[in-house]
């Protein structure tokens, strides 16, 4: 295995490749083109030519980042892979942040994949003072 990470580098077929080794579907070609070309930034990991990983920042890029669509082939889970792409996109939010102010990391955590977050300093909510993250799917006609 010879793992190696590629900022801005994800493509519309990597971002296809990952998402049909999930049960969330796969939009059609050029949402996600335009999906990607609006990111913030993104890292995609590659183990020799085969891509095996990614993940995403969008948000304004100055209070709000969200991390977005980590996805981990199966076969490549339990190898830091995932750990490597999310201390990456962290990075980017420390070194193109404001100094001296605090900014908001958001995500969604796929269900199961809770602790993996947890253990990378993400906290669970609801908690005593956060209520629940909530979504709204639109279908655009």
Same mark, same amino acid.
């Given at each position: 295995?010879?793992?190696? =990470?590629?900022? @801005?580098?994800?493509?519309? +077929? +990597?971002?296809?490749?990952?998402? @049909? /080794? ?11 083109? !335009? /999906?990607?070309?609006?990111? %913030?930034? /993104?890292? #995609?990991?590659? *183990? !020799? *030519? ?6 995403? %920042?969008?948000? +304004?890029?100055?209070? $709000?980042? $969200? &991390?977005? +669509? ?9 190898? !830091?892979?995932?750990? /490597?792409?999310?201390? !990456? ?11 001296? @102010?605090? #900014? ?17 300093? =993400? &906290? ?15 279908? &655009?006609?």
């Amino acid at each position: 295995m010879n793992i190696n =990470f590629y900022n @801005n580098g994800l493509t519309a +077929d +990597d971002f296809i490749l990952l998402r @049909n /080794s999930t049960t969330w579907g796969v939009p059609p070609k050029t949402q996600i083109k !335009n /999906s990607l070309n609006k990111s %913030l930034y /993104s890292v #995609v990991a590659k *183990d !020799n *030519d085969r891509t095996v990983g990614m993940g995403r %920042l969008v948000g +304004d890029g100055f209070m $709000y980042w $969200y &991390i977005q +669509d980590v996805i981990i082939l199966p076969e490549y889970q339990g190898k !830091n892979i995932g750990r /490597s792409i999310i201390e !990456n996109l962290l990075n980017y939010v420390k070194t193109n942040s404001l100094p001296e @102010n605090t #900014v908001t990391v958001g995500l969604m955590a796929a269900k199961g994949k809770e602790g993996f977050y947890k253990k990378l300093g =993400f &906290i669970e909510r609801p908690d005593d003072v956060l209520g629940c993250g909530m979504i709204q799917n639109i279908k &655009i006609p």
